[in-house]
């Protein structure tokens, strides 16, 4: 059974920074994609982040504009886990933080795509106070 346990989340002042933190347990995506999608209260839940194995056997990183130069998503096949760092924080960041894992890397840009991914976890809450 495959479980993807997040961790991390808290409540922060704007400006602050929050390293997120997801392990996975039954099953292993190094060969695939780890990421991160985000709800905020009322709206759909949207892509954060992901970093994928590719065609070219190395893993490259996917990010939200809205969240480019302030998170840095990266992972650790040895954990079998994915962490997401997250600068400068701003209120519209506030929402709930779901990891998600896909056995097959991304090949083409439906990596913001939530049915493309195979496993979530439960989430973590981040909330961020002007």
């Known amino acids: 059974q495959v479980q993807l346990v997040e961790s991390g989340g808290g409540a922060v002042q704007a400006g602050d920074s929050l390293r997120l933190s997801c392990t996975a347990s039954g099953r292993t995506f190094s060969s695939g994609a780890m990421g991160w999608f985000r709800q905020a209260p009322g709206k759909e839940r949207d892509f954060v982040a992901t970093?994928?194995?590719?065609?070219?056997?190395?893993?490259?990183?996917y990010y939200a504009d809205s969240v480019k130069g302030r998170f840095t998503i990266s992972r650790d096949n040895a954990k079998n886990m994915v962490s997401l760092q997250m600068n400068s924080l701003k209120p519209e960041d506030t929402a709930v933080y779901y990891c998600?894992?896909?056995?097959?890397?991304?090949?083409?840009?439906?990596?913001?795509?939530?049915?493309?991914?195979?496993?979530w976890g439960q989430g973590t809450q981040v909330t961020v106070s002007s």
């Open positions: 970093t994928s194995w590719s065609a070219g056997s190395v893993y490259l990183a």
């Open positions: 998600a894992g896909r056995l097959a890397y991304f090949s083409g840009s439906d990596y913001s795509r939530q049915e493309q991914y195979d496993s």
